[in-house]
């Protein structure tokens, strides 16, 4: 799998010489401002995988996203309720365009490698640079589950948070019923560290979430990743 390109051969003017050299050593302040300056500022990269591609949101997936996401089974586990109109979802785009260029958040769009059509949304949240974490968060139309569209977002997020971000922990908050999220983390390699009680308000009550984490260096060691550079161990492309 290609782990990280750009649209229209962006790649090589985005990624900073410093992480295309190894693993960076200024200070966290500096680092995630070359990061964002280079990566984030105009675009999300474009994450190329074997079915799948993440890339940034754009208003022409409002309809379809919509679509998806109005299915009260995509959101039952999540914070968003399903949306009243495409309007709605024009605004959710929008929202992360703003929030990426802030680097609050980077969500991604998930699609099809070969037509670019959606497939749902994952994104990073809660960035917390100087601690070096962040949240995940997926949802995959309904249409689409059960064929590991889920894992391949995931390995793309996953070797570009820890690589090109530099991230060291990431999280998923996961509601104990949401059994097929829990499955599908958990064959990521993500361990459970312990129960958020009534850390989740949803439909009037309050629902028990786990936390979920993987590490850095268990990514590493999973996907053959060379610290702090992206690259798969024993290759010198960073694609
Ligand atoms: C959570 C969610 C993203 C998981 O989707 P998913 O399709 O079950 O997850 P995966 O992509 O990992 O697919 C795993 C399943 O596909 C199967 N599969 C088929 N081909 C596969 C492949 N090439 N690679 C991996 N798994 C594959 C696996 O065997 C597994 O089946 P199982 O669930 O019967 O064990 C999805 O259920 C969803 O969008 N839920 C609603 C939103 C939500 O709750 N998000 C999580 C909030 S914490």
Known sequence: MRALTCEAGMLDDLMPASLDSGPYTESDDRFMEDVSNCVMQDTLPVLIGRRVLLREPREDDAVRLYEFVRD????????????????????FIEKCHEHRRQD??????IADVATDQSMGVIGLRHLDPPMRTAQVGTWVARSYWGRG?????????????????????IEARIDVDNHRSRRAFERLGGRR???????????????????????????????????????????????
């Open 72 to 91: 009260p089974e995509v959101t039952r586990f999540l914070a968003i309720d399903p949306p009243a109109s495409p309007d709605d979802t024009r605004f």
């Open 193 to 239: 560290e312990g129960r958020l009680r009534e850390s989740f308000f949803k439909n009037g009550g309050y629902h028990d979430q786990d936390l979920f984490v993987v590490l850095e260096e268990e990514w590493q060691n999973r996907a053959g990743l060379e610290p702090g550079t992206g690259r798969r161990a024993g290759k010198g492309e960073h694609r």
């Open 149 to 169: 569209i889920n894992a391949e977002a995931k390995e793309l997020l996953l070797d570009f948070a820890f690589g090109t971000l530099g991230l060291h922990r």
């Open 104 to 109: 609050r958040e980077y969500v991604f769009v």
